[in-house]
């Protein structure tokens, strides 16, 4: 199956700064990738839309000051945490959508996650 | 938007024994439904889905209903084993679209006892 790594997949920062997260699609091309935060014991929650060449979609309540998203190429998504307070401190996960050509259903391949704890 | 519900929130069976999973979902737009078991620390793997042309889907011990009617699907493990412990996701989507996006539901955490 088709394989998206994610970066780093653990950090550890001082609150006020920001962190980078990066997201991978390795054997395929992905104009669309999604983001999520996952807290402890919870479900995913969707926070935005990477969409190459263009803006991210924001999830209501989800801050795009706050979560920069660029998605500069078709290989690769980066979600950046600026100004990271404790209450950003979570286990953040990436997908690729593997377009499969139109017509068809597209299957999202999930990265391993990034846990981001902010001091 | 889309909305999934899903329940029990925990469920612990005997080793050997069926345990079901269920899901509403709000949106009568979706048309493919995915399921995921995620182990603790990890990405969430998928296990089975299911399309809405279609009603019943099996591999092997694990087999998903869905009712479009309803808006109710369902996932059912048969003789479980320990190594089917795990939090499982349901979720909801509609494909065909260049917005297509997975809504999960909630979780539930299966326990099998030994």
């Known amino acids: 199956g088709a394989v998206v790594s994610q970066h780093p997949s653990r950090v550890i920062c001082k609150s006020g700064t920001s962190v980078k997260i990066e997201c991978r699609s390795l054997?395929?091309?992905?104009?669309?990738m999604f983001w999520y935060r996952q807290f402890p014991k919870k479900s995913l929650m969707l926070m935005a839309t990477?969409?190459?060449?263009?803006?991210?979609?924001?999830e209501q309540g989800v801050e795009k000051d706050k979560f920069l998203i660029n998605h500069a190429s078709l290989t690769l998504s980066t979600l950046t945490v600026t100004s990271a307070h404790p209450e950003d401190s979570s286990f953040y996960i990436c997908?690729?959508?593997?377009?499969?050509?139109?017509?068809?259903?597209?299957?999202?391949?999930f990265g391993p996650g990034t846990r981001l704890t902010v001091l | 938007g889309e909305n999934v519900e899903q329940h029990p929130s925990t469920l612990s069976v005997q080793e050997g024994d069926s345990a079901v999973i269920k899901c509403t979902y709000s949106?009568?737009?979706?048309?493919?439904f995915p399921w995921y078991k995620q182990e603790l620390g990890k990405r969430p793997q998928l296990i089975i889905d299911?399309?809405?042309?279609?009603g019943e889907k099996k591999d092997q011990r694990i087999a998903v209903t869905l009712n479009k009617t309803a808006k109710h699907f369902s996932l059912h493990i048969t003789e479980t084993q320990p190594e089917d412990s795990a939090v499982y996701f349901c979720?909801?989507?509609?494909?065909?679209?260049?917005?297509?996006?997975?809504?999960f539901g909630s979780g539930t955490r299966l326990s099998i006892r030994p």
């Open positions: 054997d395929f091309q992905a104009t669309t």
């Open positions: 997908s690729a959508l593997l377009n499969s050509g139109i017509g068809s259903y597209n299957e999202q391949f």
């Open positions: 990477s969409n190459e060449g263009s803006k991210a979609t924001y």
């Open positions: 979720a909801a989507s509609i494909r065909y679209s260049s917005a297509s996006k997975i809504i």
């Open positions: 949106d009568s737009a979706s048309n493919y």
């Open positions: 299911i399309r809405s042309n279609v």
